[in-house]
């Protein structure tokens, strides 16, 4: 016990000497806990729309009103050309293309069917798939209006008529920091669990003072206990200032127990400081640490859920992403913090996470070998 005392005096006093490294490590998840949420976000709005109205009627200036006026888009072209209009997505002024025909108030009337066309530049193929999505709702919102009035400017009864009542659970107003800002926090300690504590000891075999130690007689678990301790510490904090910031900046208040995201953060740093160490074990330099280690956290922020659904992936990809750990902490966060989830509803995960770190740490702890010379 005095052996890991004195061990862990070292490391904190090794740690905050350097004291540019502590706002390193301090001020910078703050600063991109405070950015990344208002750049990295999913929700399109201000697409832009070339409207060709050939009919120029009443129906067509009621129509094109309800589509600016949603939010969700903005007029980057009016015109009676459909070529003009094309122009427009081909020098990226405009994203979609929604074409009025001739007589369209006239043969809705009459006919009591027409169409409009729509054109969608699918480069960006998220954007394109919402900003349609979205441009029909309008237009299927809009000829209901029109039917409705219809129907009760008529003497005859209307067609019966369902209607949907739909709410939205755990985030009513479909506030996407809910969604992303607790999934940042968490690719913010994987790289201090990850990367840090992989440098702290690759440091240790740049320097040489490695080589004492492997003399001396602390045992191996004892020096790998002191090792990863302090940078346990240090992502509990990092947390915490995350969490303060999330309520303060976003408002973004857990509904469940903060004991069950403090329980799950350690089970969680338990694994990623694993993986720091099995890196750090492969590693002679601080290039080669980083190298293995930026590679790791690279692919858990592209397939851990941070910003896609994993449950799109393909099969073999989500039984790989099922050995992630952050993948699981993402979905505690979530749960915990949206849902009010108790140990019972995150198990699961909580359990997968344990195994995991048990794997890697243990892997690491053979795989280091401490040798006299």
Known sequence: MKTLLFLLEKEFRQILRNKQNVSILIIGPVIQLLLLPLAANYSVKNISIAVVDNDHSTFSRKLIPKITSSGNFKMAEYTSSYRQALSAVQQDKADLVLQIPLHFEQDLVRENSQKLYIAINAIDGTKAGLGGYYLGSIISDFNSDIRNSWQQGSSVSGSPHISVVSSNWYNPLLDY???????????????????????????????????????????????????????????IIIFSLGLG????????????????????????????????????????????????????????????????????????????????PPSHFIKIM????????????????????????????????????KTSG
């Open 245 to 324: 910031i999330a309520r303060l900046v976003y408002g973004i208040i857990p509904v469940g127990s903060l004991i069950v995201l403090y329980a799950s953060l350690i089970v969680y740093l338990f694994a990623m400081l694993g993986l720091g160490l099995l890196v750090a074990t492969y590693s002679d330099t601080q290039m080669q640490a980083m190298s293995l280690a930026f590679f790791f956290i690279m692919i858990f922020n592209m397939m851990s859920g941070v910003f896609n659904s994993v449950d799109s992936m393909p099969g073999w990809a989500q039984g790989l992403v099922e050995t992630f």
């Open 177 to 235: 920091n809910l969604y992303i800002v607790p999934a940042i926090l968490v690719t913010l300690v994987t790289a201090l669990a990850a990367m840090q504590s992989a440098f702290n000891i690759v440091q240790e075999k740049e320097s040489g003072t490695i080589e004492q130690i492997n003399v001396s007689p602390i045992k191996k678990y004892i020096f790998i206990l002191g090792k990863l301790i302090p940078f346990l510490l240090m992502g």
């Open 334 to 369: 979530r749960m915990v913090v949206l849902k009010g989830s108790g140990f019972g509803d995150i198990a699961y995960h909580l359990g997968a996470m344990a195994i995991i770190g048990l794997v890697l740490n243990s892997w690491a702890v053979l795989n280091y070998r």
